[in-house]
């Protein structure tokens, strides 16, 4: 029961800004949208998260849409060490009053950034 | 250094064994959790712990068992009874309040 859809793959050139988008249409009001990536093997990576103002940081941007249905990371000057798997990622709540969350997968997006 | 480390990076099994793979973290984070992911796949929830002596099933938590018995500590012991242990196993730390989930390095487990 996978919240997310995301591309299957992407190609970027290098250099050049990498747009991956993400549709969370049922998302709840106070779930939150994470974004990893992983690269071959190893563990995620954190990237950003965000509820529904945009966020940026020393790696990406986060683009929440105003309804909060979809979103877009953005990776501004994509280089080969970016070639990853990307993951959009809703954090739900257990039960209505626990104060435990967890993190529902998708598949990703396989990003391939080319010279 | 600050992290979690998990080993041993490839674990390789009989059928019919228990194995345990190690999570250690250093992070001082009250939370600790393993995941699954098979090849092409997501992570999938195994176990959670929020606190140390206590911890709750994940999504796919038969044929595995944890124990936390130290805030730093979180192994997992894939049973007999995992009909499909051959996967990646990853464990995460997350502080209590921020939530923000780091992850370890992971063990490739196969079975033979």
């Known amino acids: 029961d996978a919240k997310t859809t995301q591309p299957t793959s992407m190609d970027c050139a290098e250099g050049r800004a990498a747009n991956l988008p993400c549709n969370h249409s049922?998302?709840?009001?106070?779930?939150?949208v994470y974004w990893y990536r992983q690269i071959h093997s190893q563990g995620p990576q954190y990237i950003i998260h965000?509820?529904?103002n945009n966020e940026t940081n020393e790696m990406a941007s986060l683009i929440i849409t105003e309804d909060r249905k979809s979103s877009t990371l953005i990776l501004p000057h994509a280089t080969l060490r970016d070639t990853a798997v990307y993951y959009c990622?809703?954090?739900?709540?257990?039960?209505?009053?626990?104060?435990?969350?967890?993190?529902?997968f998708g598949t990703g997006t396989r990003l391939k950034v080319l010279a | 250094d600050g992290g979690i480390t998990q080993s041993p990076k490839y674990l390789f099994r009989k059928e019919g064994q228990n194995v345990t793979l190690s999570c250690e973290q250093n992070?001082?984070?009250?939370?600790m959790y393993w995941y699954r992911q098979d090849p092409g796949q997501g992570l999938r929830l195994i176990y959670y712990?929020?606190?140390?002596?206590?911890?709750q099933k994940g999504d796919i938590a038969e044929g595995y068992s944890v124990s936390r018995e130290k805030k730093e500590s979180f192994p997992l012991t894939v049973t007999s009874a995992q009909k499909n242990p051959t996967a990646f196993y990853l464990c995460?730390?997350?502080?209590?309040?921020?939530?923000?989930?780091?992850f370890g390095p992971g063990t490739r487990l196969l079975v033979l």
């Open positions: 995460a730390s997350s502080d209590t309040g921020r939530e923000t989930q780091y």
């Open positions: 049922t998302i709840s009001g106070n779930e939150y």
């Open positions: 965000g509820l529904k």
């Open positions: 990622i809703v954090r739900v709540r257990e039960g209505a009053t626990s104060g435990t969350y967890k993190y529902i």
């Open positions: 992070l001082n984070h009250d939370a």
């Open positions: 712990s929020q606190i140390v002596n206590d911890f």
